[in-house]
């Protein structure tokens, strides 16, 4: 044993366990007793112990191991190295090291020894590499391939290459690379195309994402039996060069090449087991860069290793198998904020193929505490920078976010450059497999209810401070938004806890917003993301309607807890019950008193119907007189959503949103309106006076 160093820069996990530091020397010790072992401590230059440990394999021949302990030692295992590359070529040996995997990180036992490690872990890796595993439990290997390819370990960015299989017979060829960078520096990269005789294969990554790989590097490949791990990149360079055929750059290629004078790139497709006890072959990249040495004129050539990383469609679907039910469909999701982002990050990330975002506001710094908000995209569209975090997350989706709000899409007189992304828009709401609303905005949710009538419609919206929320799923077979007010309305669906101080109007700020966390909202996305991926791959969760609360009975606050159950269609439902329905204007004992707008309704009105009514909304109500015809008809019908002889309704706020200014009714015209833009006053189309107005009334009474 080794001199032990003074107590001043004694190991801290000896130091602080003098015990277990013991109990580790006594039990070699009975292993030199018993087994023939040998071992010695060697003390470093930092006052930490390491062990060198001599296994015996035979009468003649013993295994060299080097122990070294982490400072956190007893919590983490102890590295065993083979020192003298004695197991070399063995299974469960790091070739670049040779350090030996003994047990994985989560099976150690804080309370094993060294010399217990080594018992009863060797002797099985031993007997694995002789094609004798143990039997019963006793096994070492979990059924995982050890690549080769994989020991390069280094501090450089990786590239990126699809899992092709690359066919027999051709041995060598030329690569197309692209790279990001930084300054003069080389980022990481991507395998482009691969070429050789007979050979052309381009990666499966969209163009939009090799396009951010911006600097171009012409390369060549070959494969290489004679791969020897461990080797240095030098060394595989001299030896695999005179083999690799001449560079020849078509000059008619379109795009500019970096010049193989400056910058090239070799890969090297070598024998590997790239499965469970699998041949196959990996890839192992040169990088030679001419560069100048040291400080002076000349030039020379330094080759390194770039570590690789596989990317393909099929590979993600291993991870997610999910992704595949999900790469044909397509989802609208208008609003991206606190729920609306993080809800899309899910949804591309588990391979959504296509979603098309809708949002109308700028990025304001200050939302950071919820969204991302990066203080260089103050200002900027939300949408835009919504677009660069998707493409990240997930880069086979179809992606697409649009700066917009809803109600501008049905403009009479859009401008030039917004025609065609309106159009857009419209086409994908009604084409979508789904549409989510994530706006909190209840003007549009009636609208986009209205226009996914019948077809599949999410919402989700949080309440104050986050101490609740809804995600509420709509379909062919069960009840609308508009069933959801009913049932509401006769207690048959929970309500959603709010902080009743929970809104605000931030200093320097015209607008009202909510306080709540990060945390708590995006709990709440993720809920919607599950119900959304069961629907859309037909595995569907229990329940169509989803409560949410974050407190308890006594308004503490509380781990999540969801209430769910089913929505049924309403009776009274005006979209469900009212078209092909001469149902008129109906009195129910459900309706308390109030009379549901049925569709088509035309009737003559009675000496008891004249007089002052009242059309109440989520917010406000409306009184005027009506004179001799009431005739409300939605636009299922065919017809105009409101008609009302010489009536004028105001509407200064509706639903908290300055939206709707002036209303004109006529009788036997369609209702007209206005809002209020910059100071500007502009006609709305009549389909979005239909969703903001026929399908906010809530109902009719004297």
């Not at 179809?398 to 857009?424: F, G, K, L, V």
């Not at 077809?455 to 509420?472: I, K, N």
């Not at 105001?650 to 007209?672: K, S, Y």
Request: hydrophobic share 40%; proline share 7%.
């Amino acid at each position: 044993m080794d001199s032990m160093p003074t107590e001043s820069v004694a190991p801290r996990w000896h130091h602080r366990l003098p015990e277990r530091w013991k109990r580790e020397l006594a039990e070699l010790d009975e292993k030199v007793a018993t087994s023939g072992w040998r071992y010695r401590v060697r003390w470093l230059s930092t006052g930490e112990a390491c062990l060198i440990v001599h296994y015996p394999l035979d009468e003649s021949t013993t295994v060299p191991l080097l122990v070294e302990f982490h400072r956190t030692y007893p919590h983490f295992a102890p590295v065993v190295t083979d020192l003298d590359a004695v197991l070399a070529g063995a299974r469960h040996r790091q070739v670049r090291d040779g350090t030996l995997c003994l047990v994985h990180a989560e099976d150690w036992d804080p309370q094993s020894t060294v010399a217990e490690l080594i018992a009863t872990q060797l002797p099985k890796l031993l007997a694995m590499n002789r094609g004798e595993p143990p039997s019963g439990s006793a096994t070492l290997e979990y059924p995982a391939p050890e690549p080769v390819a994989l020991s390069i370990v280094s501090g450089e960015q990786a590239i990126i290459v699809g899992d092709h299989a690359m066919p027999a017979g051709v041995e060598q060829g030329a690569l197309v690379m692209r790279f990001s960078s930084s300054g003069r520096r080389l980022g990481s990269g991507v395998v482009e195309r691969i070429l050789g005789p007979g050979v052309d294969i381009t990666t499966d990554l969209p163009d939009q994402q090799v396009a951010r790989f911006p600097v171009a590097v012409a390369g060549r490949w070959i494969r290489d039996a004679g791969y020897q791990p461990g080797e240095s990149a030098t060394s595989a360079w001299h030896r695999i060069s005179t083999r690799l055929h001449p560079l020849h750059i078509d000059a008619a290629e379109p795009g500019s090449l970096s010049s193989p004078e400056v910058v090239e790139v070799i890969g090297l497709l070598v024998p590997d087991e790239t499965a469970y006890r699998t041949r196959g072959e990996s890839w192992v990249f040169l990088l030679r860069l001419h560069t100048s040495s040291g400080g002076g004129a000349e030039k020379v050539w330094r080759t390194h290793y770039r570590p690789t990383q596989y990317l393909s469609r099929a590979l993600l679907a291993e991870r997610t198998p999910v992704a595949t039910k999900l790469a044909e469909k397509s989802v609208v999701l208008v609003g991206l904020g606190a729920i609306g982002m993080p809800l899309a990050t899910d949804l591309v990330s588990a391979g959504l193929g296509s979603i098309l975002c809708v949002d109308r506001d700028q990025v304001d710094v200050a939302t950071g505490v919820r969204q991302p908000a990066l203080l260089t995209w103050a200002g900027t569209a939300k949408a835009f920078q919504s677009q660069i975090l998707l493409e990240e997350a997930a880069p086979y989706a179809r992606i697409n976010c649009i700066r917009a709000s809803i109600e501008s899409c049905w403009d009479q007189t859009p401008a030039a450059a917004d025609r065609a992304a309106m159009r857009q828009i419209q086409s994908a709401l009604a084409s979508a497999d789904l549409v989510i609303c994530a706006t909190a905005n209840p003007a549009v949710t009636r609208f986009l209810g209205q226009l996914r009538q019948n077809r599949p419609f999410l919402t989700v919206s949080g309440t104050a401070s986050g101490w609740g929320g809804v995600v509420s799923l709509h379909t062919a077979q069960n009840g609308c938004w508009a069933c959801v007010g009913h049932h509401r309305h006769d207690n048959a669906l929970p309500v959603p806890p709010a902080d009743p101080d929970g809104w605000l109007t931030p200093t320097r700020c015209a607008d009202r917003t909510f306080r709540g966390e990060r945390h708590l909202l995006h709990q709440i996305a993720l809920h919607a993301s599950a119900v959304a991926i069961g629907f859309l791959t037909d595995e569907p969760m229990r329940g169509e309607y989803c409560v949410a609360s974050t407190r308890d009975t006594q308004g503490r606050a509380a781990p999540i807890a969801w209430t769910t159950t089913d929505l049924p269609v309403h009776p009274d439902c005006p979209l469900h019950h009212g078209p092909n329905r001469q149902a008129g204007v109906r009195r129910t004992a459900q309706s308390r008193g109030q009379m549901s707008i049925a569709s088509d309704v035309r009737r003559e009105l009675t000496p008891a119907d004249r007089g002052a009514w009242r059309i109440s909304t989520t917010k406000e109500t409306h009184v005027f007189d009506l004179d001799r015809r009431l005739m409300f008809t939605l636009p299922e019908a065919g017809g105009a959503p409101v008609c009302v002889e010489g009536a004028q309704i105001r509407t200064r706020q509706f639903d908290a949103q300055p939206l709707v200014e002036v209303i004109t009714c006529r009788q036997g015209e369609p209702l007209e309106a206005s809002v209020v833009r910059d100071g500007r006053v502009q006609r709305l189309d009549p389909a979005i006076v239909t969703a903001i107005v026929g399908f906010s009334i809530d109902g009719i009474s004297r």
